[in-house]
């Protein structure tokens, strides 16, 4: 994102400009299913991630969170051995919590299309500001 602070003075280009182009686009660990034997039932699967670590993009520091999965599966439900495999893989890889989430949550329905999912990430104060960024996902 780009601002000019005066007409007579350069335009300033933000220090985070092109840092997350790539993101939609990243392909991160493949997430396995397993079939559910119960589909014609709606159930809620709860689980959470306490100790998830990714990298803030401008600094290189560890970002620390908590994010909690709710969902509704229908055919299939998360593996979670390969789940936790693909949330290592955040670990090294510097992202904004905002695209932490919307990218979850974009992997999530792709490998397990639930009928309904929120994911809910709980982020440790950075700079003195807690963050906390929802996303949710309903079927139509």
């Not at 039932?41 to 959470?48: A, G, M, V």
């Not at 979850?104 to 994911?119: G, S």
């Amino acid at each position: 994102m780009s601002k000019k602070t005066n007409p007579k003075q350069k335009q300033e280009v933000s220090s985070y400009e092109g840092r997350q182009d790539h993101i939609r686009e990243l392909k991160l660990q493949v997430i396995e299913t397993w079939e559910n034997q119960y589909s014609d039932k709606e159930y809620i699967i709860d689980f959470t991630v306490p100790e998830f670590t990714c990298i803030c993009p401008k600094t290189g520091l560890p970002d620390f969170a908590s994010i909690q999965f709710i969902y509704v599966p229908d055919k299939d439900c998360i593996e979670l051995k390969s789940f936790k495999e693909y949330i290592l893989a955040y670990r090294t890889l510097g992202i904004f919590h905002e695209h932490v989430i919307n990218k979850m949550l974009e992997d999530f329905v792709r490998y397990c299309k639930p009928r309904k999912l929120d994911i809910i990430g709980d982020f440790n104060p950075r700079g003195g500001i807690k963050t906390i960024v929802k996303a949710s996902y309903e079927r139509k």
